[in-house]
């Protein structure tokens, strides 16, 4: 396979990086995000800005970060009744933002909007400020707006799909099940668990380690039992699960656990997805390039749950 067609938008040298990036993934994951996160800022500058309109940093609660930006459809208008489609950034559960960089991670719900959806990037509160359940207490508080305000910016609150990256995935999944967090399914098509911390650990290999203990606090027993692989039998909505080629420790694994369960629970297999070559970064960072690799079966993922029937 010719370099630069294993990451289809990148340039030969662009690609060459990747390549060499992702066996190496876990030596130094921060470095290599901003990497990976300098690689494709490139990549989505050079896309075009039209068609979309953007509202940004409407707040869904009182903290500086309860805050959320809308991704329109060029053209879309109150009572169009469009799916919606959250995405809820990770970081390790004490950092990242909804804006980590220049176009990461609005290239999310911009390729959304691209999609004819109500794009929808959501920011939440952080540890040790803000420790578990929060994060999922925002992601069930930005619900609550989407619900109260959907309509109005041309959204179906009735077809809600959540979209959560690593500790993002975290709050999704624990928003959709953990009973600390109430019910939240309410309106809610389907989810999206993409490279999700879906176990709580703090093994030596876990790059990660101090944030989940700032979020789950510092006994294992306590981080194991209030993170959402307990609460796998608790989700109702249909699910797609993704994980990267070069994953986080033990990311890929948790998933495919958590599907089964899930698998178990429900009586139908959840989408589950390898998404080859890239890493828990830039499983992310790429949509909205000419790459197709998650974006197909996300596209179908999202049409099959918020299609409606008669």
């Not at 609150?157 to 959709?176: E, F, K, Y």
């Amino acid at each position: 396979m010719p370099v630069a067609s294993a990451f289809p938008g990148l340039s030969s040298s662009q690609a060459s990086a990747m390549l060499a990036l992702g066996p190496r993934w876990t030596d130094d994951i921060q470095a290599n995000r901003r990497q990976v996160c300098t690689i494709y800022d490139s990549v989505h500058a050079a896309q075009p800005a039209d068609g979309i309109r953007s509202h940004a940093n409407i707040a869904y609660g009182t903290h500086a970060r309860q805050r959320l930006d809308l991704y329109l459809p060029e053209g879309s208008a109150a009572g169009d009744d469009r799916p919606v489609v959250v995405f809820v950034h990770g970081g390790a559960f004490i950092r990242g933002d909804k804006d980590a960089s220049p176009h990461i991670y609005a290239n999310v719900p911009r390729w959304c909007a691209r999609q004819g959806y109500i794009g929808v990037n959501v920011e939440y509160r952080l540890a040790p400020e803000a420790s578990y359940p929060a994060g999922a207490e925002d992601v069930a508080m930005a619900l609550a707006w989407l619900r109260a305000h959907a309509r109005a910016h041309g959204g179906d609150p009735g077809r809600i799909v959540l979209i959560g990256h690593s500790a993002g995935g975290s709050h999704v999944a624990s928003c959709l099940s953990d009973p600390a967090c109430g019910e939240n399914g309410s309106g809610v098509a389907g989810a999206v668990l993409v490279s999700a911390r879906l176990q709580a650990d703090t093994l030596p290999d876990n790059p990660n380690a101090n944030g989940v203990a700032a979020y789950y606090g510092s006994d294992p027993a306590l981080q194991l039992a209030h993170a959402p692989m307990p609460f796998a039998g608790r989700l109702r909505v249909p699910l797609m699960v993704a994980f990267a080629e070069f994953e986080n420790p033990y990311l890929d694994l948790y998933a495919l656990q958590y599907a089964a369960r899930v698998r178990e629970a429900q009586g139908r297999s959840p989408r589950v997805v390898q998404v080859a070559r890239h890493n828990h970064t830039s499983i992310v960072a790429h949509l909205g390039t000419a790459d197709t690799t998650l974006s197909q079966t996300l596209s179908e993922f999202l049409e099959t749950v918020t299609r409606i029937t008669t």
